[in-house]
């Protein structure tokens, strides 16, 4: 590069190819969920689970189908999936806490490097992605709801004595009552 003449390859200080990576990486993201709730439904439709393709009633299973996503799932996909959402937020909290630390110490010894507001970086990730990952479960409960009542269940309360495996079917109204695959009959 000769002097006085900017090196054009370059935008915004990052290499273009890293910066395309992060406009796809979002987009790959969305995609992949969608044709996974399009499979998850189509599933569902033949009385599936919508996360393995397998009987919605698994026979070792301790509890019957749940909703995940606003999709049927029989009980141990569930349990993958309940483990997994909870792995998930203790990496989206520690990432989110380590950015913020990160930030906040260049914001301490290097306020130059982040430009002249030194410490908007570190409010937006403290701001910005709690408030990402709190309507992303916002948007699983809503799903939830709307397949509860496309379904015909009465949403509970996650926390109430109606969801106590041991008291009979008949007083738990949101029980999904099994009916007959072809098979069966």
């Known amino acids: 590069m000769?002097?006085?003449?900017?090196n054009r390859g370059i935008m915004f200080g990052i290499d273009p190819l890293f910066l395309t990576t992060?406009?796809?990486?979002?987009?790959?993201?969305?995609?992949?969920a969608l044709v996974r709730a399009a499979r998850s439904s189509r599933r569902?439709?033949?009385?599936?689970?919508?996360?393995c393709?397998?009987?919605?009633?698994?026979?070792?299973?301790?509890?019957g189908p749940s909703l995940v996503q606003g999709h049927l799932v029989c009980g141990p996909c569930a349990t993958n999936e309940r483990r997994s959402l909870i792995r998930s937020l203790i990496a989206a909290a520690g990432i989110t806490g380590s950015t913020a630390l990160g930030l906040a110490a260049v914001a301490l010894w290097s306020p130059t490097q982040l430009g002249s507001h030194p410490w908007t970086p570190v409010l937006a990730t403290v701001l910005g992605y709690p408030a990402l990952f709190a309507g992303a479960v916002v948007l699983m409960k809503r799903a939830n709801r709307r397949?509860?009542?496309?379904l015909g269940l009465h949403p509970q309360p996650s926390v109430s004595a109606t969801n106590d495996p041991l008291?009979?079917?008949?007083?738990r109204p949101w029980t999904i009552q099994h009916t007959r695959t072809p098979n069966e009959r």
Not at 2 to 6: E, I, M, Q, R
Not at 22 to 32: E, K, Q, T
Request: aromatic residues 4%.
């Open 147 to 150: 397949a509860a009542q496309r």
């Open 44 to 51: 569902n439709r033949e009385d599936r689970c919508g996360n």
């Open 22 to 32: 992060i406009a796809a990486l979002p987009v790959g993201m969305i995609s992949f």
């Open 53 to 63: 393709g397998g009987s919605l009633y698994a026979p070792d299973a301790m509890v």
């Open 2 to 6: 000769a002097l006085g003449v900017p």
């Open 167 to 171: 008291v009979p079917a008949a007083g």
